[in-house]
């Protein structure tokens, strides 16, 4: 409770929250193509609260749905500093639970705030687990579209961890597939069966012209596996950790 008490104060005045970016490097490059946005929650006693353990605490105190509306606010507003300063930014995806995606009008509300901070379509994007749309895969498919047509991207997150079928992949408008960091950490002990699905995905995906993005890099020989598949993007420790904003800019973005 008291826990819930520092949350809702920090969801109120915005203290204490920050949001740190995660790059994403096509293979061979070090030039970010995008970014992740990831919360960090700093507590006034107890410090850093990881997002595992503060999501679930602002689901069940009926935070959420405020917590993510300050998270985006915060990173529009932190692409229309990085403009305003001459700099370039790359793309940044959004995690969103599923509680904020089926909140009322998400993307009246993105689409508010892009117009609000002049950013230009394609900035902002969203990531979402298969189980937030397949609850109700109708009307979750007309919510993407609504965000398509603003131009964000749309990834799902933790590919292939799912249970459902991939029937889906047709019916959503989605552009971007993330495979689950398990199978990228599973190349490695060279199980066959990782590699298989790793190639299997990312072969569906060009078929559907879909882009992959391999998260969870943390090796040399990770990425040498992942090389071999033709994955878009590459995600991971070993080629970045996530940053806070001024670290971000001064590592990753150009001037433009
Ligand atoms: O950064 P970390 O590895 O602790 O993140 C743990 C989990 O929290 C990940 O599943 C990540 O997707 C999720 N997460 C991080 N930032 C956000 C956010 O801003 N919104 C939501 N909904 N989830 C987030
Ligand atoms: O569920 P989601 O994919 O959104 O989780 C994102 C989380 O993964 C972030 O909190 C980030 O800190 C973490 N992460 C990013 N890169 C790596 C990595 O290379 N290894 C591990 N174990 N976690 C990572
Ligand atoms: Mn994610
Ligand atoms: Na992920």
Redesign the pocket.
């Known amino acids: 409770l008291i826990l819930e008490t520092a949350l809702r104060n920090t969801v109120e005045t915005g203290e204490g929250l920050a949001v740190h970016y ?1 790059p994403l490097f096509a293979p061979g490059s070090d030039t970010p193509r995008g970014a992740e946005a ?1 919360l960090r929650w700093h507590h006034p006693v107890l410090g850093a609260i990881a ?1 595992g353990d503060c999501i679930p605490l602002a689901e069940r105190a009926g935070l959420m749905g405020a917590l993510g509306d300050r998270i985006l606010e915060q990173v529009c507003g932190q692409l229309a500093e990085w403009r305003r300063a001459g700099l370039a930014p790359v793309p940044v995806a959004i ?1 969103l639970s599923a509680r904020q995606f089926w909140q009322k009008d998400l993307s009246g509300r993105v689409a508010e705030l892009l117009t609000h901070y002049r950013l230009p379509p394609g900035l902002v994007g969203f ?1 979402l687990t298969e189980s937030t749309l397949l609850d109700k895969p109708q009307q979750a498919a007309t919510i993407l579209q609504g965000l398509r047509d603003l131009g964000c991207d749309i990834a799902i ?2 590919f292939g961890t799912g249970y459902s079928s991939l029937s889906y992949l047709q019916e959503l408008p989605v552009t971007t597939l ?1 495979i689950d ?1 398990r199978f990228v950490q599973r190349l490695e002990v060279a199980r066959r069966g990782s590699a298989a699905i790793v190639a299997a995905v990312t072969g569906m995906a060009r078929e559907l012209g879909l882009r992959v993005v391999a ?4 090796t040399e020989s990770q990425r040498l596996a992942l090389a071999r598949y033709r994955v878009d993007l590459l ?4 080629l970045g950790r ?1 940053v806070d904003a001024g670290a971000f800019s001064q590592r990753y973005l150009a001037s433009c």
């Open positions: 995660q990831l997002p995690n990531e997150d933790d993330k960091r998260e969870g890099v943390e995600q991971g420790f070993l996530p």
